[in-house]
Nanobody, 114 residues
Framework: QVQLVESGGGLVQPGGSLRLSCAATGNFRRINDMGWYRQAPGKERELVATITSGGSTNYADFVKGRFTISRDNTKNTVYLQMNSLKPEDTAVYYC????????WGQGTRVTVSS
């Protein structure tokens, strides 16, 4: 079994920054791809960014240049540095990890508002 726990969400003003973390625990040897997704009220969950075990990254167009995904394989943790936040970034952010299958965290809420 694999557990993912996100942290770092909160309320931030437009133009501000937040750093999300997601730590994986459980019985596994390695994690393959990890990623961040988000779901805004009334909308479907959408991909934000992904990162392979080797560090290759992929971003949704709407976050390119503003968000950075990274991971620390020694800590089984993936991060999402979010800069220049906009009100439309308001959502619940979920991390996922590919181990024996796809696992999801419980989500952390990000609210961008003045």
């Amino acid at each position: 079994q694999v557990q993912l726990v996100e942290s770092g969400g909160g309320l931030v003003q437009p133009g501000g920054s937040l750093r999300l973390s997601c730590a994986a625990t459980g019985n596994f040897r390695r994690i393959n791809d990890m990623g961040w997704y988000r779901q805004a009220p009334g909308k479907e969950r959408e991909l934000v960014a992904t990162i392979t075990s080797g560090g290759s990254t992929n971003y949704a167009d709407f976050v390119k240049g503003r968000f950075t995904i990274s991971r620390d394989n020694t800590k089984n943790t993936v991060y999402l540095q979010m800069n220049s936040l906009k009100p439309e970034d308001t959502a619940v952010y979920y991390c996922n990890a590919e181990v024996y299958g796809i696992y999801w965290g419980q989500g952390t809420r990000v609210t961008v508002s003045s």
